[in-house]
């Protein structure tokens, strides 16, 4: 989730100060991303470091509005009109708990991931019974929580089909087959090589 680049698309629609700027996210978001103020004042100094966002003098009550640059609009109209890009490796802390409790040796993976589906489908029913809490049904702010809502269901369903098809794959294993044992080859130092696709 880029916070610079959501930072950067409200300033486009005009000044704001910090404050306004965490109100405006939560507003767009649906509140279910937090954001902390430091983090938004730290992203507001590399905007500013980076030329695409500039600070104003303070107003009367002391609140610094932050305005965006023509760089700054540059960059908002690339970051929308582009694809999120999906990294080729995965960094899923749930994929890799998984690759290596099959190869662990005395580990019972169906019991891991019989733990895992029980907290995603928990956690998918409780996306389910959710509702907005925002003052105006059929809101911009409403379709907002929504559609990051919706998101989150559809990758909890996505989990949980992931974890059935993950216990399909290490049944057809016989055990033996999956267990690693640490290996005595010693391994070289640096990085290692990459794989070649």
């Known amino acids: 989730m880029s916070v610079r680049q959501s930072l950067l698309a409200i300033l486009d629609q005009g000044p704001c100060y910090g404050y306004q ?5 939560d507003r767009r978001t649906g509140s279910t991303w937090p ?3 430091g983090q938004i004042y730290n992203t507001l100094e590399r905007l500013e470091r980076d030329g695409l966002v500039r600070r ?3 107003d009367d009550a002391g609140h610094v509005f932050w305005e965006i640059t023509d760089a700054g609009r540059s960059e908002v ?22 690759a290596v409790a099959a ?27 959710t509702s907005y809490a925002g003052p105006a049904p059929d809101s911009p702010e409403e379709l907002a929580w929504s559609l990051v809502v919706d998101s989150m269901i559809f990758q909890a369903e996505a989990e ?12 057809v294993h016989p055990q033996h087959a999956l267990e690693l044992e640490l290996s005595t080859e010693r391994p070289r130092r640096g990085r290692p090589a990459k794989s070649r696709s």
């Open 21 to 25: 700027l965490r109100s405006e996210f």
């Open 103 to 129: 190869t662990l040796p005395g580990v019972d993976v169906t019991a891991v991931i019989q733990t895992q589906r029980q907290a995603t489908l928990a956690q998918l029913q409780e996306l389910h019974r």
């Open 77 to 98: 109209t690339a970051w929308l009109s582009s694809a999120v890009a999906r990294t080729g490796g995965t960094r899923d802390e749930l994929a890799i708990k998984l």
């Open 35 to 37: 954001l902390n103020v």
């Open 160 to 171: 949980a089909r992931w974890l059935d098809h993950t216990e399909q794959r290490l049944r």
């Open 56 to 58: 104003g003098d303070p």
